[in-house]
């Protein structure tokens, strides 16, 4: 009896815990703490220095209007009085204050033309983003009396405000990235302290396990009872190694019962199939030979001419065939009966049988009372000497044959035909022209041999 198999040589081997290929958790988590705070800091970032944008353009602003009130009624007192240097160093003085990208007065005296005078670095018409401020330049020489001399346009200096605006900036990319990089620091170091050691702890316990460490549970090294997802991923694993530890015995059962009852199943199988092995010959041996006579049949006498043919094109050996038809058999059944038939046609298929026993020749019942008979190695002359011999012994039997004019016993005609590999390449030629030479046997008046 075979032993049943040990676990121990089937469990594999307790390999070294494989380092992660494409980074540790902590690390990842790190990554996407670094992703999330660039992707936030860029948010936080446009939304403050879109906040100090407005703050400084509404300082800007504010500061324009400072500088109306400041010149606007020396300008106005100036221009009133046609003073073109004071209103020329007015204005060069208002366009030096850093707020003011330029200044521009146009005065309007019907029925004088409208005189327009610039100061400063901006463009004419103005920015985009910059504030600009429009007033009325109004001059009252005395209560009540007040005059519209024209109108002065203040335009703030866009580049101060970028100026501005990229100081407080650095400032705000600074502080937020000091912030990001304290989280992502922050995040590791927790994750790596409350996460990945006990992962990793896991993952060297159960490299190391193997049918005899079942037993031996996973114990980290934290604080227990802690009840959140390490507690169930630690309880989950002691459970699964008792579950599995309780089938591995189960199994282990299961083997020696079966190793038990090995042996006996394969005698079982080993007689079984003996006795297949001759019920399936039988079987073969009854598909290819006639149930009445035993001899061959047509099934079994086709695929050996086919063989037997070409081997005689091969070798160019000479082959003969033999057709055989027992003369009024018809009529012999219906003196006789079909009973007596039957019997008849076993006698002559013994006398086929005892005539042509060498090796290699083939009879066969091709159906009802027609035979054939293969030949190989034998050329046309034996081969008509072998049907006048059986035709001999046949009449020696003396089977009765009453009411027919050929004889008085049971008679045969025979045709027989040889292989010419002249005019041959195919075995149903030789087979008709052995059919055709039957058939003069019989015109000639049967219980003979024609060729």
């Known amino acids: 009896m075979n032993s049943a198999p040990q676990l121990d040589s089937v469990w594999p081997e307790a390999a070294p815990v494989p380092r992660p290929r494409r980074g540790s958790l902590a690390r990842r988590m790190v990554l996407a703490t670094l992703v999330f705070g660039l992707v936030f800091t860029v948010v936080a970032v446009g939304v403050r220095m879109w906040s100090a944008w407005r703050t400084h353009v509404d300082a800007m602003t504010t500061e324009l209007g400072l500088i109306d009130q400041v010149f606007q009624r020396t300008l106005a007192k100036a221009v009133w009085e046609m003073d073109r240097d004071s209103v020329r160093t007015q204005l060069d003085s208002a366009a030096n204050v850093p707020a003011v990208g330029a200044i521009e007065l146009r005065v309007d005296q019907p029925p004088l033309p409208t005189q327009v005078q610039r100061a400063g670095r901006a463009p004419a018409q103005g920015t985009t983003l910059a504030p600009t401020l429009r007033r009325e330049l109004n001059y009252e020489p005395y209560p009540g009396a007040v005059n519209r001399l024209g ?174 038809d027992v003369d009024h058999f018809k009529h012999y059944n219906d003196v006789y009966g079909h009973a007596a038939g039957d019997q008849c046609l076993m006698a002559i298929a013994r006398v086929l049988r005892d005539n042509f026993a060498r090796a290699g020749e083939l009879v066969a019942r091709l159906g009802g009372e027609e035979f054939v008979v293969l030949l190989p190695g034998v050329d046309l002359p034996r081969a008509r000497q072998a049907a006048e011999r059986l035709l001999r012994r046949l009449q020696e039997q003396a089977l009765p044959h009453q009411g027919v004019a050929t004889a008085n016993h049971v008679t045969m005609s025979v045709g027989a035909a040889e292989f010419d590999p002249e005019t041959m390449d195919r075995f149903d030629q030789l087979l008709s022209r052995a059919d055709q030479a039957l058939y003069r046997a019989k015109d000639n008046g049967r219980h003979q041999v024609a060729d």
């Open 151 to 324: 109108e002065l346009v203040i335009i703030g200096d866009e580049r101060v405000l970028w100026h501005r605006l990229r100081d407080e900036a650095a400032s705000i990319v600074l502080t937020q990235a000091i912030q990001t990089l304290l989280l992502a620091g922050l995040v590791m170091w927790m994750f790596n302290r409350s996460v990945t050691v006990h992962v990793r702890e896991v993952a060297r316990h159960l490299g190391r396990l193997t049918p005899a460490r079942l037993s031996q549970p996973l114990r980290l090294g934290r604080r227990r009872n802690a009840g959140d997802e390490l507690d169930l991923l630690e309880s989950g694993v002691n459970d699964l190694q008792d579950k599995l530890s309780r089938y591995l015995d189960r199994q282990q059962r299961f083997e020696q019962d079966l190793a038990a009852h090995r042996d006996r199943l394969a005698e079982l199988v080993a007689e079984q199939t003996a006795e297949l092995v001759a019920a399936n010959q039988r079987l073969e041996d009854l598909s290819r030979s006639d149930p009445l006579t035993g001899l061959a049949n047509r099934r079994h006498f086709d695929e050996t001419k086919e063989l037997e043919f070409r081997r005689a094109q091969r070798t160019g050996q000479p082959l003969s065939v033999l057709m055989c």
